[in-house]
């Protein structure tokens, strides 16, 4: 089942690529920006529940989804580059096995927890 969810999230990671393109960017702004939705561990270095609450609001794919379609609505080209970011870099980090953060700690997602062998 691993394998499979994470087919799955390549195939999204792969989407994110195309809806990317789709933008008419610069293609090297697509691995520049790629990593700039981490910036939500930032919240670790207070505590865990602001940790969590950052990392889940910047790893959200159905956020991610809603600036995409209100940067089309608003012909706002940069909210859907955002959004296009978001969704990427979420499905991305699921492919490696990092999920939604819980409030106990980095390393308990909704796909487990992080370094121990799930199956």
Do not use: C
């Not at 999204?12 to 933008?23: K, V, W």
């Not at 960017?25 to 919240?43: A, K, N, R, S």
């Not at 106990?104 to 799930?118: A, P, R, S, V, W």
């Amino acid at each position: 089942m691993k394998n499979l969810l994470r087919l799955e999230e390549l195939a999204m990671f792969i989407l994110g690529i195309f809806m990317f393109g789709l933008l008419g960017y610069q293609w090297w702004l697509f691995p520049v920006l790629l990593l700039t939705p981490d910036i939500g561990m930032l919240g670790y270095l207070v505590n865990n529940k602001l940790g969590a609450g950052l990392y889940n609001l910047f790893h959200h794919k159905g956020i991610a989804i809603l600036l995409y379609f209100i940067g089309m609505y608003f012909s706002m080209p940069i909210v859907q580059l955002a959004g296009v970011i978001l969704f990427s870099h979420s499905a991305m980090d699921r492919i490696f096995g990092y999920g939604l953060k819980y409030e106990k700690g980095f390393k308990f997602t909704h796909l487990g927890e992080i370094g121990k062998k799930n199956g």
